[in-house]
């Protein structure tokens, strides 16, 4: 079942903040989160693990809630950059090999 | 190429054809994952190879649908008889982890089919 994130959508004008949340119906292993720019290939964030392990490369951060099965991603100091579509993707407990089943999304908006 | 290159970028067929698309992953990656995604949608899960066997197809959503990775590197997925409704970008993304859902995957930036 697909994750359910909100809000769809998010204006800033640059220097703002923003929080993006994935909520999930079923138990989950893992979270991940990937910012897709408009015609481009989905990218990487950050990935939250059962248990608190957190993998991420950008100056991001997000927590992962295991008992409510929630993730939300915290976006601080908004560049122009970090405009575009956030998805955030589960793999539950029996997936043994990462098949992420993806939220809809949520579309970024970084003005001047 | 450093990344995962798929071709064509750009596909018009017209309903009936057949098509193929191609990924090209990172060298080394052991899993390759085939994604579609409709406008304004997240991607979907379609069929997963670990080398080269194709250990998950239950995204697949018809026996139109069939993908191989003979060589455990390229991977090709196939149409046949397309129609409408199966116009969508698809994504190929590839991972050098095997096991469980710790591994960033590296997604290529797609073959946009449209089906007249």
């Known amino acids: 079942q697909q994750p359910v994130q909100s809000p769809q959508a998010v204006i800033l004008r640059e220097g703002e903040d923003a929080v993006i949340n994935c909520s999930s119906s079923?138990?989950?292993?893992?979270v991940h989160w990937y910012r897709q720019k408009h015609g481009e290939a989905p990218v990487f964030l950050m990935i939250?693990?059962?248990?608190?392990e957190q993998k991420g490369h950008e100056k991001i951060s997000a927590s992962f809630n295991e008992k409510k099965q929630q993730s939300s991603l915290y976006l601080t100091a908004s560049q122009l950059s970090y405009s575009g579509t956030y998805f955030c993707?589960?793999?539950?407990?029996?997936?043994?090999?990462?098949?992420?089943?993806f939220g809809q999304g949520t579309i970024l908006t970084v003005h001047p | 190429g450093a990344g995962v290159s798929q071709s064509p970028r750009y596909k018009v067929a017209k309903r009936g054809q057949d098509v193929a698309l191609r990924c090209d992953p990172i060298?080394?990656?052991?899993?390759l994952f085939w994604y579609q995604q409709a406008l304004g949608q997240g991607p979907e899960f379609l069929t997963y190879?670990?080398?080269?066997?194709?250990?998950?197809k239950s995204g697949l959503p018809s026996d139109r649908f069939f993908a191989e990775r003979p060589e455990g590197s390229v991977s090709t997925l196939k149409i046949q008889r397309t129609q409408q409704e199966d116009s969508a970008v698809y994504l190929c993304?590839?991972?050098?982890?095997?096991?469980?859902?710790?591994?960033?995957?590296?997604f290529g930036e797609g073959s946009r089919l449209t089906v007249l």
């Open positions: 993304a590839s991972s050098v982890f095997r096991d469980r859902g710790n591994g960033e995957l590296f």
């Open positions: 079923k138990a989950l292993y893992s």
């Open positions: 939250l693990l059962k248990g608190g």
């Open positions: 993707g589960q793999t539950g407990g029996g997936t043994s090999y990462g098949k992420l089943t």
């Open positions: 060298s080394g990656h052991v899993s």
């Open positions: 190879f670990q080398n080269e066997a194709q250990l998950d």
